[in-house]
């Protein structure tokens, strides 16, 4: 089960952290990642991190967002700087069984988003 926890409403220009908790198993070799979904929009690829600490990160958040992961709590985060509006979405945390990746058919276990509005 994942939790995803930490959205709210935020200005433009502020920051803001989003955070997902796994329990039930342990995800050892896993990647872990956050997607994210527009109103209209199809859900999209935002952030992966792998067991080891290699990051990905979609061009329009590279430089402002930042994942971690602490693997003894089985918790990742999504730092958050110098939102935008087009940042606004449903913030979806996902872990992926075969490690690092950004295609989302790869990602079999998800949580239930948490809302992020950047709007002033």
């Known amino acids: 089960q994942l939790q995803a926890s930490g959205g709210g409403l935020v200005q433009p220009g502020g920051s803001l952290r989003v955070s997902c908790a796994a329990s039930?198993?342990?995800?050892?070799?896993?990647?872990m990642g956050w997607f994210r979904q527009a109103p209209g929009k199809e859900r999209e690829f935002v952030a992966a991190?792998?067991?080891?600490?290699?990051?990905r990160y979609s061009d329009s958040v590279k430089g402002r967002f930042t994942i971690s992961r602490d693997n003894a709590k089985n918790t990742w985060y999504l730092q958050m700087n110098s939102l935008k509006p087009e940042d606004t979405a449903v913030y979806y945390c996902a872990i992926s069984p075969d490690g690092l990746g950004t295609l989302e058919r790869i990602y079999k276990y998800w949580g239930q988003g948490t809302l992020v509005t950047v709007s002033s």
């Open positions: 039930g198993r342990t995800f050892s070799t896993n990647g």
């Open positions: 991190i792998s067991w080891g600490g290699v990051t």
